[in-house]
């Protein structure tokens, strides 16, 4: 099952920018590991990856 995220933006109210135009390709078997610094978006990807969240802005694409 590939995972593609193309565009997406998370704004959170007011005006706080979480993820802003990102674009992702996770093929069926490939391993990711997601590091940045505190506050860089990792747990903000995550969440939306898992539809805790909806993002602002972009599509997200899991499947086939």
Do not use: C, W
């Amino acid at each position: 099952m590939d995972i593609r995220m193309a565009g997406v933006t998370k704004i959170f109210h007011p005006d706080i920018v979480a993820l802003e135009d990102v674009y992702l390709n996770i093929k069926k078997g490939e391993f990711v590991y997601f590091v940045g610094h505190t506050g860089s978006g990792k747990t903000t990807l995550l969440r939306i990856l898992n539809r805790e969240l909806s993002p602002s802005s972009g599509q997200i694409i899991v499947g086939k």
